[in-house]
């Protein structure tokens, strides 16, 4: 129990830091277990691994709260929350390194799937989280470890037990979360890809700052576009019901078109109590799509957008080390189309011009002979007609997109209006008197099969996490920073421990579908910790469609 971390820190005191491997095992307390899993080996190093369990009888959650897989997601959700804010207090700096500090990976703005906190069938509770142990020099400081093991460990196993939660925040986290799954699963019988509820608060801080706006227009549908939805908890609610089929977001500059269409994006996800997108979905199969310049792109076909580029250059099965704007686009396109993608999120501040629009005049002056490109104008009905890929498309410059569209909307002083009546009647009076560039239809593409010495050989050296939008996998460097929908680094840890796994299967031959379907699998059954080789608490879900284009990323792949 803990009295033998108590003789053994009083025998470690002042010695060389390799004296803390000792305290690696299992103490009991009150409240329940103390796991040392790993022991850092020296005070810069990566922070200790520590676990708390705490019994169900002691921790004494009432099971409504854990009863169904939304539920048990809010409360973890809740307790990581707590814990986080209370580690926080508890954690100070002290002496070299990261000695003093205690972290627990809550949640950010999105209630996800996470590792830090798991409630199980019988109401146990297990938190996972990371204790810099303290030393001066190298020299062990045992009476701060002391402090930090014996006294606010206990105490933070205390804070999550049921009688000392926030009642109402942690009913909020649970309901909210149900609401959202429920909107969600709910959007396909409601004949919708999209949801954006009256009163949602969609500005963030700042650019660097998620959280919500203090001052911000709250969010009202045009009743045109509204829709009512009956929710578990909230009850009946109002909001913006964004249909299949192409839809454009229009509006002056700086009126709110990205700030909803961002929302949009983030739709995959739940959001935590108070964020202002709480009952903003979307189908878990939107996808963001930019220009990304300078991308590698392995074999994709991008012919149904580009053709006949110089130089005989083969676009069905298209390499680059270097992308332009457009080539790009279009990869990430056929890429989310590989992934089975059924909404595409376009945002024309993020676009290549080239990739999106040729007008008449352009047309005139260069021939289609003589232009590579097939425009998005010109694919987006083909998309939705005939695949069933709907796409939403922020425009403030292009009209010749109204040609297009079943839904616009326009963003008028940060509020939705339906101007599709006043569109229509624009296109009869204004033609664009574009010519259709489509040649030749618009095929999906196929799963993709990489060469097996695509893969760094790393089996000592693992994929590593180093930011939210960058993993080193051997001498590669994985760059994510246009992978929006991305939203925190421990996505991206849990993507990069599935990385080998992934690339095992491909090597056997599996196509790039195959592949991620087995991770999904994979976790789905083992839990997402089972990623990592040792327990640990800074893991969060991520979608198979953000794994591939991790893959996609990798410089060193080859068909
Ligand atoms: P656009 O894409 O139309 O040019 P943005 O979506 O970038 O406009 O929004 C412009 C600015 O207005 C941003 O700073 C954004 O945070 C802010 N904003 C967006 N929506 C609202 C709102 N509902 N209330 C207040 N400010 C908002
Ligand atoms: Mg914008």
Redesign the pocket.
């Known amino acids: 129990d803990l009295k033998d971390l108590e003789t053994k820190l009083k025998r470690i005191d002042g010695k060389g830091y390799g004296a803390y491997k000792e305290l690696a095992g299992v103490y009991r307390f009150a409240e329940g277990e103390l796991f040392i899993d790993k022991v850092q080996s020296d005070p810069f190093a990566p922070p200790s691994l520590l676990r708390l369990k705490i019994s169900g009888d002691i921790a004494q959650i009432p099971s409504h709260f854990y009863s169904s897989f939304s539920r048990r997601i809010g409360l973890e959700n809740y307790l990581a929350y707590q814990a986080a804010r209370m580690a926080q207090n508890f954690s100070r700096k002290i002496g070299t390194g990261k000695g003093g500090i205690i972290k627990v990976h809550g949640p950010g703005q999105e209630i996800l799937p996470r590792t830090a906190l798991e409630v199980s069938q019988n109401g146990s509770l297990e938190l996972r989280f990371f204790v810099g142990l303290p030393a001066a020099g190298r020299r062990i400081l045992a009476k701060e470890a002391r402090k930090i093991l014996l006294d606010y460990l206990p105490k933070l196993a205390k804070a999550l037990c049921y009688s000392h939660l926030d009642k109402t925040l942690l009913k909020a986290f649970v309901e909210t979360n149900e609401d959202a799954d429920l909107l969600r699963s709910k959007l396909k019988d409601l004949g919708l890809i999209g949801f954006v509820a009256d009163g949602s608060?969609?500005?963030?801080a700042?650019?660097v700052d998620p959280r919500p706006?203090s001052?911000?227009?709250?969010?009202k549908a045009p009743d045109s576009l509204a829709i009512e939805v009956e929710l578990p908890n909230r009850g009946r609610i109002r909001g913006l019901g964004i249909r299949p089929g192409v839809t454009l977001?229009a509006?002056?500059?700086?009126?709110?078109?990205?700030?909803?269409?961002?929302a949009l994006e983030l739709g995959i996800y739940n959001h935590v109590p108070g964020d202002g997108r709480e009952l903003v979905v979307t189908s878990p199969l939107a996808v963001k799509i930019r220009a990304e310049d300078g991308r590698k792109i392995t074999g994709v076909d991008i012919s149904p957008f580009i053709n006949n580029l110089p130089l005989g250059i083969d676009t069905r099965s298209f390499t680059t080390d270097c992308a332009s704007g457009s080539t790009s686009q279009a990869a990430n396109i056929m890429e989310a189309l590989e992934l089975s993608a059924d909404v595409l999120l376009i945002?024309e501040?993020t676009s290549a011009t080239n990739f999106m629009i040729r007008d008449r005049r352009m047309q005139m002056l260069v021939s289609k002979e003589k232009e590579p490109i097939t425009p998005f104008i010109d694919r987006v009905r083909e998309l939705y007609e005939n695949f069933g890929v709907s796409s939403i498309i922020?425009v403030?410059g292009c009209g010749d997109y109204l040609d297009v569209a079943d839904t616009v909307i326009v963003?008028d002083n940060?509020?939705p209006q339906d101007a599709t009546i006043r569109a229509r009647e624009i296109i009869k009076n204004y033609p664009s008197n574009r010519l259709k560039e489509v040649q030749n239809p618009f095929k999906k593409p196929e799963p993709r099969r990489f060469a097996p010495q695509s893969f760094p050989k790393t089996p000592k050296k693992p994929p590593k996490a180093k930011a939210r939008d960058n993993i080193l996998w051997g001498k590669e460097i994985i760059d994510l920073s246009a992978v929006e929908q991305l939203v925190c680094v421990d996505q991206t840890r849990a993507m990069a421990l599935a990385l080998p796994l992934l690339a095992e299967k491909l090597k056997e031959g599996k196509n790039l579908v195959e592949g991620v379907s087995y991770i999904k699998t994979f976790i789905e059954e083992k839990g997402l910790k089972s990623l990592s080789p040792l327990p640990r608490g800074d893991l969060a879900f991520f979608r198979t469609i953000e794994l591939a284009t991790a893959l996609n990323r990798l410089r060193s792949l080859k068909v």
């Not at 509006?251 to 961002?262: A, N």
């Open positions: 608060i969609l500005p963030r700042s650019g706006a001052k911000a227009i709250p969010f977001i509006g002056g500059g700086f009126h709110g078109k990205s700030t909803l269409l961002r945002d501040d922020v403030g963003m940060y509020l």
